[in-house]
């Protein structure tokens, strides 16, 4: 999906940061995982694709570059897996760690589809810093056809002009895919955003991507992409919506509406960090008055701000043979949006939102300050302006169960990071 196709050419006032970007740093995490649960999403905005001339298709992105998700502990289910997930500790899921997601303005009968296992998804199983050459593109592209990534998924009919005569429609669906659906880091570099959740959070969003896909592989729809009304980033959003994030960003409003408030991929990456890092969100008075969060914590014990929340970045392959590698992702960014690449800038080099040692003692020394500022729940019920006061004491209540055991349950991480957790 491109994000500079469709759009008129007064957004490009609106567009920053334009110049080449580095996607080496920080780079992967490394060291113990910090993540209390065996369940995370994973948003990543990706850049564009510009594939070097000279092969079957050349495919040139927009430097709006896309974005993909990925769910650790959420498989393909059975045959209908390529547009269809479950639990993976649910029978009848495919084995793997988890399944990457991507919606393609190119799917018909699809919104999205569904490749297992997350170093397939975004690396096409290369280790960082690989070369890519043109058999390595072959080889990563015939592991997709054997996992029958497009299995009955139809295109739309114009993906297919330009296509050779006598070439398989199976082949020409693999050109203009690999490294946008499948095999991410073959031609982009990417920022990602890791989500801690658990088990209930991740069966609410398998919900609600299966209910999404429903229209168009169970009832016969036609899928049409929209820049303005419905990307895939709405998509990634309302999935953690439906997990108690944040709250729902809407599809299909009317085209003003929309113009003036569409999810680009790397804001949504900075939104996203900003979200799962907002320390002022471990205050009672602050979840029961944001519904996303009250319902996150009240539906599945569950907060934003928790341990392993982190970024990672990626170049792509180089040396590479197929794909330029001198790549651009923009922001969507305007004085009355917010200053995205100053917070970007920030996210980036601070080492507690990229290194796993760093984020779970910042995490757990944040826990610990809420704790120790915690005031009686009569001392807030006597203060103004508090909504629907007469559940506040549930939230409350909530609110210091989860961060005590919270708390508990870090101490034998911490134990292993040799990082002081100390407010």
């Not at 299995?151 to 070439?167: I, K, Q």
């Not at 960003?249 to 509406?257: A, G, I, M, P, S």
């Not at 601070?350 to 001392?379: G, I, S, V, Y």
């Amino acid at each position: 999906m491109g994000f500079g196709r469709l759009v008129a050419p007064w957004l490009g006032l609106w567009l920053t940061g334009c110049a080449i970007v580095d996607f080496s740093r920080p780079g992967t995490p490394s060291g113990p995982v910090a993540s209390l649960d065996s369940y995370f999403a994973e948003f990543c905005a990706v850049s564009q694709i510009l594939q070097k001339p000279g092969g079957v298709v050349t495919v040139r992105g927009d430097i709006g570059g896309h974005s993909v998700f990925y769910l650790n502990g959420a498989c393909r289910a059975g045959q209908h897996g390529q547009t269809r997930i479950q639990l993976c500790d649910e029978p009848g899921a495919e084995p793997a760690d988890g399944v990457g997601l991507s919606m393609n303005a190119h799917f018909a009968s699809t919104k999205w589809v569904a490749t297992p296992g997350r170093d397939f998804f975004l690396n096409g199983n290369l280790p960082a810093g690989a070369p890519l050459t043109l058999a390595g593109r072959q080889a990563v592209m015939a592991e997709a056809r054997r996992l029958r990534l497009y299995d009955g998924v139809t295109f739309h009919p114009e993906v297919f002009d330009g296509m050779p005569a006598g070439m398989a429609r199976e082949d020409w669906v693999q050109e203009v895919s690999v490294a946008t659906d499948y095999g991410i880091s073959l031609g982009r570099g990417r920022f990602c955003a890791k989500v801690p959740v658990n088990r209930a959070q991740m069966a609410a969003m398998v919900r609600f991507l299966n209910a999404e896909n429903a229209p168009y592989t169970e009832r016969g729809q036609t899928f049409r992409w929209n820049l303005f009304k419905d990307n895939c980033i709405h998509l990634a959003h309302n999935a953690l919506a439906a997990a108690g994030l944040w709250r729902e960003w809407r599809t299909h409003r009317h085209f003003l509406v929309s113009v003036l408030d569409f999810p680009v991929p790397r804001n949504e990456f900075v939104n996203l960090m900003q979200r799962v890092g907002d320390a002022g969100m471990l205050d009672p008075f602050e979840i029961h008055a944001d519904p996303a969060v009250r319902r996150g914590l009240l539906e599945f014990n569950q907060l934003p701000i928790r341990a392993g929340a982190l970024m990672e970045s990626r170049p792509p392959q180089t040396p590479n043979e197929a794909y330029e590698t001198d790549l651009k992702l923009v922001f969507y960014d305007a004085e009355w949006v917010g200053p995205y690449q100053g917070w970007f800038d920030s996210i980036q080099a601070d080492p507690t939102q990229h290194d796993p040692r760093r984020n779970l003692a910042w995490a757990h020394a944040q826990q610990r300050l809420a704790l120790a500022r915690r005031k009686p729940l009569d001392w807030w019920l006597q203060q103004p302006g508090i909504p629907e006061r007469e559940h506040f004491a549930i939230t409350y209540h909530r609110f210091y169960a989860l961060l005590e055991r919270e708390i508990a349950a870090a101490g034998p991480l911490l134990g292993a990071t040799d990082v002081a957790a100390a407010p």
